[in-house]
């Protein structure tokens, strides 16, 4: 299944880069509702798929990303950090906002005009909102958390 994900960063420019939400698509759970979860219990939460994934696009030269709304950015990093401690993240951006993520990716461009990204997340009025704003944003909602199946998806959009 490592095959789609090569079909489709063959496919994409080197500056294309990959923005992850945490709760629902990297991991399975919610961080700031699950308030005594523990290392384990969330990297059990995390498909393995999802570090094959991260380790391909990364060896390949895309830039990681996160951006989070999450309540706890501290508990998010810390497992962000353990869990993917081979991972590369440009940028991680947590901390909560009202309804959109447009200040996080704006976090993720460092100043610059957002331009070809692929957004992951699992609540699909962020990605409209996205699609909406960023004329060059290829939005992937995750109906479960990372996974090859995923890249399935992500092939048909491009």
Do not use: G
Not at 17 to 34: P, S
Request: aromatic residues 12%; hydrophobic residues 35%.
């Amino acid at each position: 299944m490592a095959s789609n994900v090569y079909k489709v960063i063959n496919k994409l420019s080197k500056k294309t880069k990959f923005i992850f939400d945490l709760d629902k698509t990297i991991w399975d759970c919610t961080i700031e509702y699950t308030p005594k979860i523990t290392l384990d219990q969330v990297h059990n939460k995390i498909n393995p798929d999802a570090f094959k994934i991260l380790r391909i696009l990364q060896e390949n030269d895309f830039s990681l990303n996160i951006a989070s709304r999450s309540s706890e950015p501290e508990k998010c990093r810390f497992f962000i950090n353990e869990c993917f401690n081979d991972i590369n993240f440009d940028n991680i951006s947590i901390y909560p906002t009202p309804e959109y993520k447009n200040n996080h990716i704006q976090d993720c461009y460092l100043n610059q005009v957002p331009e070809n990204f692929i957004m992951f997340d699992d609540e699909k009025n962020i990605l409209d909102n996205l699609n909406k704003n960023y004329k060059n944003c290829i939005p992937i909602h995750c109906k479960t958390p990372l996974n090859f199946q995923t890249f399935m998806h992500l092939d048909k959009k491009i």
